[in-house]
């Protein structure tokens, strides 16, 4: 019977959650869609999503790259297709490594910063302030966070498109010894639309996580200096875990089967 | 009629019941101070007016309109009667002083930031702030400038009813007095309804036309300021003079 219980009682919390969840999920899209905008917030989301991310990103892209070039050289000269690192790190960088790794780097920053900023309103009572001076706190904090968010991830997601690149064309010319004409050829040559778009449209997806992420347990948040710390841990946590699983069935989605 | 009417208002949340039926009448033009001790459900019976909260049963209306069961979007409209002078100020650490104060005028009523400018000096200079407070960060004053920042904010968009909720917790008895005198000069100022939750009885009885008393989740004793020392009541009685014996029995050992 113990374990019945513990069972349903686990069922009800899970239900909660989910439940809760969806109505925060319409309500922020609803709000991202409808009139009154806040532009000005609209924008300074989009200065500290996007252009303070562009550090982070870069250097992950680069390194990244740079590690995938090398790794590829030594598994390829295994059965002597070491010729290979230029399309592989190209494919690796725009399908995979770019959209999830500036994902996860990006939930870090920035879904953190967002759950822990909310969650310290809605401890001080300054999310109430909002409702008493007629303003809604969806339109006003989530909806510009959500946009400037999914607009912000595909750019930033292209840029470490290139950059992982270059990271991977270094390595390549300097210390693996590629000719530098043939290994952007290789590149050019193998690349397709696709690769990059598939990337990108992953990219708004773990955007919209991101934020939402960040929003839905900065608004829930309870309980103090305590509770905003759960608040940004449960953020972090559960947009990487998104971030993750959905990627898997985008990349389904995408490549058919 | 009332400005404000409650009707056995309850509130529980999960098997606690906070409110356990409240009724009370706030008339138009008149300030009523509801005391009380910690945990007696004046927050919630605050935040249940205010729409923060949605009370289980019973009815609350705003100059006759019943507002439990509104819209958001209808609910707008009754909002903009509000300012509300938050327990710890709520101010938006986000933007300096004078947006914070324009605020109402700038976002829940859309008036342009050049228009609502000067109405936000002149908000801060009627709680006594000077011209260069208004370009400073929140986290820069000190808990008393705070809190008449957050006053000027619920004064500044000249709501009809004005809601303090502990006014002058965690303030030196001088800045208590202060707030205290600005609170009743801002709402005679704009003929403005009031009502104020506290337990600091030196600040009740200053802004106070009525009061009423909450205990146990239910309005227990009301009547005209003048009379709190004679209420016959043994509540208000304990309440008043603070003492420690008596029929109110604070949980001390459990939570």
């Given at each position: 019977m113990l374990g019945l219980a513990s069972v349903g009682r686990l069922s009800i919390v899970f239900f909660d959650i989910v439940g809760s969840l969806s109505k925060f999920f319409v309500q922020s899209v609803l709000s991202c869609l409808a009139p009154p905008f806040f532009a000005r917030q609209f924008g300074r989301q989009l200065w500290r999503i996007g252009y303070n991310s562009l550090p982070v990103v870069g250097l992950t892209a680069l390194f990244t790259g740079s590690a995938l070039a090398l790794q590829i050289y030594i598994g390829g000269s295994r059965f002597n297709a070491e010729g290979i690192v230029a399309n592989?790190?190209?494919?690796?960088?725009?399908?995979?490594?770019?959209?999830?790794?500036?994902?996860?780097?990006?939930?870090?920053?920035?879904?953190a910063a967002i759950a822990a900023e909310i969650g310290t309103m809605r401890v001080t009572e300054q999310i109430d302030a909002l409702v008493t001076l007629?303003?809604?706190?969806?339109?006003?904090?989530?909806?510009?966070?959500?946009?400037?968010?999914?607009?912000?991830?595909?750019?930033?997601?292209?840029?470490?498109?290139?950059?992982?690149?270059?990271?991977?064309?270094?390595?390549?010319?300097?210390?693996?010894?590629?000719?530098?004409?043939?290994?952007?050829?290789?590149?050019?040559?193998?690349?397709?639309?696709?690769?990059?778009?598939?990337?990108?449209?992953?990219?708004?997806?773990?955007?919209?996580?991101?934020?939402?992420?960040?929003c839905y347990h900065g608004y829930h948040s309870a309980g103090g200096a305590q509770g905003v710390g759960r608040a940004t841990t449960n953020a972090v946590v559960s947009a990487s875990m998104l971030i993750l699983a959905s990627n898997y069935f985008l990349t389904s989605l995408f490549f058919g089967t | 009629?009332?400005?404000?009417?409650?009707?056995?208002?309850?509130?529980?949340?999960?098997?606690?019941?906070?409110?356990?039926?409240?009724?009370?009448?706030?008339?138009?033009?008149?300030?009523?101070?509801?005391?009380?001790?910690?945990?007696?459900?004046?927050?919630?019976?605050?935040?249940c007016i205010l729409g923060l909260l949605k009370p289980d049963s019973g009815s609350i209306k705003i100059d006759g309109v019943e507002i439990t069961t509104l819209h958001p979007w209808q609910r707008e409209n009754i909002m903009r009667k509000f300012g509300m002078l938050f327990q710890g100020g709520a101010l938006f650490d986000s933007l300096p002083v004078w947006e914070n104060v324009a605020f109402g005028l700038v976002q829940g009523k859309r008036t342009s930031r050049r228009k609502a400018r000067p109405i936000a000096y002149e908000a801060l200079a009627k709680v006594g702030l000077s011209e260069d407070v208004g370009q400073l960060s929140p986290s820069e004053l000190s808990g008393g400038m705070q809190?008449?920042?957050?006053?000027?904010?619920?004064?500044?968009?000249?709501p009809e009813i004005i809601f303090f909720d502990e006014p002058t917790t965690g303030l030196d008895p001088i800045t208590a007095d202060v707030i205290n005198n600005l609170i009743v000069e801002s709402v005679q100022h704009l003929g403005a309804t009031a009502l104020s939750i506290t337990h600091d009885m030196a600040s009740a009885r200053k802004i106070a036309d009525i009061i009423a008393m909450i205990h146990e989740?239910?309005?227990?004793?009301?009547?005209?300021?003048?009379?709190?020392?004679?209420?016959g009541n043994e509540l208000v009685d304990q309440f008043i003079h603070g003492r420690a014996q008596g029929p109110i029995k604070m949980a001390i050992n459990h939570q």
């Open positions: 592989i790190v190209a494919l690796g960088i725009t399908r995979e490594l770019g959209p999830v790794l500036a994902g996860l780097m990006v939930a870090g920053r920035v879904g007629s303003t809604s706190p969806f339109k006003y904090l989530v909806a510009p966070r959500i946009l400037a968010a999914t607009i912000c991830l595909p750019l930033l997601v292209g840029i470490a498109d290139i950059i992982g690149i270059f990271g991977g064309y270094l390595v390549g010319t300097r210390s693996l010894g590629f000719n530098s004409a043939v290994y952007l050829k290789n590149t050019m040559d193998f690349i397709q639309v696709d690769d990059v778009r598939s990337g990108l449209i992953k990219a708004a997806v773990f955007g919209f996580i991101i934020a939402l992420m960040g | 009629m009332p400005k404000i009417a409650l009707q056995d208002v309850t509130k529980s949340f999960g098997k606690k019941k906070v409110l356990r039926g409240i009724t009370l009448d706030v008339p138009a033009g008149k300030s009523v101070v509801v005391i009380g001790g910690s945990g007696t459900g004046k927050s919630v019976m605050l935040k809190k008449r920042v957050a006053l000027a904010r619920a004064i500044a968009s000249q989740g239910k309005i227990v004793w009301q009547g005209p300021a003048s009379e709190i020392d004679h209420s």
